[in-house]
């Protein structure tokens, strides 16, 4: 486990931080830059608001990704509305050099890198059973945010 950011926002957590290497590039280079410096094939990515993301639904999509192994290279859920979650998914760290270049070439949208991967989308009815109240993929950026999230179930 490791976090992507400035180390010294978060050494006090006792965590492995891997720099952040381009500055203002949004969540794509933290991503270039965690399947970089991991050692394993398979790496679970979860953006650090998603406070209703839990343990067994990380596992469902672990082993999606160890089954799908051999036709992809991405196992992205998909939220209620259909759209992909690329901060709560799976990636192979092959997919790295072609994250890296679409950093390079400024892409900072994470699903604008997903041209020339292979993308598995985990439909949002296989999601479900995971999603106590609808607020599996909620983010908390807000105070507003962080009350909501302490009244869901």
């Not at 270039?32 to 998603?50: K, R």
């Not at 991967?117 to 106590?132: K, M, N, S, W």
Request: aromatic share 8%.
């Amino acid at each position: 486990m490791a976090l992507v950011g400035n180390p010294e926002i978060y050494k006090h957590l006792g965590l492995p931080v891997i720099p952040d290497p381009v500055s203002g590039a949004g969540p794509l280079a933290g991503l270039a830059a965690a399947l970089g410096h991991s050692p394993a094939e398979w790496n679970l990515v979860v953006a650090c608001d998603m406070p209703h993301v839990r343990a067994d639904f990380l596992k469902f999509l672990l082993s999606l990704a160890f089954r799908r192994a051999g036709d992809c290279d991405v196992v992205v859920p998909l939220d209620q509305a259909g759209r992909p979650e690329p901060l709560c998914a799976v990636y192979a760290k092959r997919c790295q050099p072609a994250i890296q270049e679409a950093v390079l070439s400024g892409i900072r949208k994470i699903t604008g890198a997903f041209g020339s991967l292979r993308i598995y989308e985990t439909p949002y009815a296989d999601c479900a059973a995971y999603d106590a109240g609808g607020m599996l993929f909620a983010n908390v950026n807000t105070r507003a945010d962080l009350d909501a999230a302490r009244l869901a179930p």
